[in-house]
């Protein structure tokens, strides 16, 4: 009997500053990678990306691309995967139209806030990524997600089969990895536990208006801010509108990032929605206290481990209360829910039912 190939989709990690969700898909690939696998696993690129992605057994394989300009996600990855006779997993939401058995759709954002994409090429793209995960729900075997949450929401907007979707956490032991840079407070001019810190991409659902209004209502407190700007939308906050509270860093690196989640007085999150919502879990493994929205899955990840607020209630914002609102739960026990190596495990069922 012919043993069988796994073959997975690596090109989103080969294009830099990777997000939340390729972080999902990374882990559990490198999970995968440490486990007795029935079956050979390559990590396919594009020809000249190949390098170090700390896999052990997992086989890195640049492929060229059979034409100019021809499209990854579409071709170039599908049809390579069909070459070799294996079996696609896309754990990096590119959304193969074809050739794929395993494929993660993380959340339905494209489809519940539009307000995300607004430029011309935002839309274009919206659009784009709908018509992928509605063609993906019905071709692939095993859809795979976040959450409880996000599994509602896809098999209700997309008439997809509950059965062939599976929800696989997001976790956080890849945080202990990372050596935090102890100049990064200094560089910045912050005083270890005296701000609180927010992370994410600033796009209408991350709610950063949030943090605006926060800040402005709470001058004695320091607001930071750490994430890019998005490509799809017309950026709702405006810099000339920022009190001297609120700082926005740009990107910052993982050293610096695990090194502000850790200084932090506490870590906020004011998503008005999350197909699972990974940095309060970061930031909590990390030491912090966590004040997390009360959108989408979070109530569903965090337990009573977190204390919550109303995302939509931007007025009488008081960050001395939310404080003195101390979690009912314990960190140790959510924390404990969550493992890179349970949620591989997961996918790994899911491969030998392909």
């Not at 396919?44 to 021809?70: I, N, R, Y």
């Amino acid at each position: 009997m012919m043993e069988r190939t796994y073959v997975f989709n690596g090109k989103p990690l080969c294009e830099g500053r990777p997000s939340g969700v390729h972080r999902h898909g990374y882990e559990v690939m490198r999970e995968l990678d440490r486990m007795d696998v029935d079956g050979r696993m390559q990590f396919v690129v594009p020809a000249g990306h190949g390098g170090d992605f700390s896999f052990e057994q997992m086989e890195v394989v640049e492929v060229a691309a059979p034409f100019p300009k021809c499209p990854w996600a579409s071709w170039t990855f599908p049809a390579y995967v069909r070459k070799v006779g294996g079996v696609g997993v896309d754990l990096l939401c590119s959304l193969p139209p074809w050739g794929c058995a395993i494929q993660l759709v993380p959340d339905c954002i494209a489809e519940l806030f539009p307000q995300d994409f607004t430029t011309v090429a935002g839309k274009r793209g919206r659009r784009r990524h709908i018509s992928r995960v509605r063609k993906v729900v019905r071709t692939t075997s095993f859809v795979v997600t976040g959450s409880e949450c996000a599994k509602s929401d896809i098999v209700r907007m997309y008439g997809c089969d509950a059965s062939k979707v599976r929800v696989v956490p997001c976790a956080w032991q890849h945080v202990t990895r990372v050596e935090a840079d102890k100049g990064a407070l200094k560089r910045l001019g912050l005083t270890p536990g005296e701000y609180f810190f927010l992370l994410g991409h600033r796009t209408y659902h991350k709610n950063f208006r949030w943090a605006l209004e926060a800040a402005k209502q709470n001058p004695e407190h320091t607001f930071v801010v750490t994430g890019l700007r998005s490509t799809s939308n017309a950026d709702a906050y405006a810099d000339d509108d920022n009190p001297s509270n609120l700082l926005y860093t740009g990107y910052l690196s993982d050293e610096e990032i695990v090194a502000l989640m850790a200084g932090c007085k506490a870590f906020v999150h004011p998503a008005l929605y999350e197909g699972f919502g990974i940095p309060p879990l970061e930031a909590m493994a990390l030491g912090a206290r966590c004040l997390v929205s009360t959108g989408g899955s979070l109530p569903e990840v965090y337990g009573d481990a977190v204390t919550y607020f109303d995302p939509l209630a931007y007025s009488h914002i008081d960050m001395d209360e939310l404080l003195a609102h101390e979690p009912v739960g314990s960190a140790e026990d959510c924390l404990a829910r969550y493992s890179w190596k349970r949620s591989a495990e997961i996918v790994y069922d899911c491969m030998r039912s392909c």
